[in-house]
């Protein structure tokens, strides 16, 4: 009961700083407060549709992208929506 009762409830989409670690998500949306941290992450491969995995927190954000792990500050961590691949 207390499980499927968190699956209902848990939100389909997620801030990337709310993602557990090793777990895929996939990018849904980006939110940037300006276009140049989107030219950033875009020339990182981080764009909407494209799979990322967290594999550290702390003491910054380490997502791996493809076959590449990007470092993020949390601010712009926050600005990535992601929802989890079953």
């Known amino acids: 009961c207390c499980d499927q009762f968190q ?3 848990k939100p389909f989409v997620i801030p990337l700083t709310e993602a557990d ?12 407060k300006s276009h140049a941290p989107l030219d950033r992450l875009a020339t990182l491969g981080i764009h909407p549709g494209r799979d990322v995995r967290v594999h550290q927190r702390r003491p910054s954000f380490v997502v791996r992208v493809g076959e590449t792990d ?15 691949i079953s």
């Open 7 to 9: 699956r209902q409830l």
């Open 21 to 32: 670690l090793s777990e895929s998500y996939r990018i849904v949306f980006i939110t940037p």
């Open 70 to 84: 990007v470092a993020l500050d949390v601010a712009l961590a926050r600005d990535i929506y992601v929802k989890q």
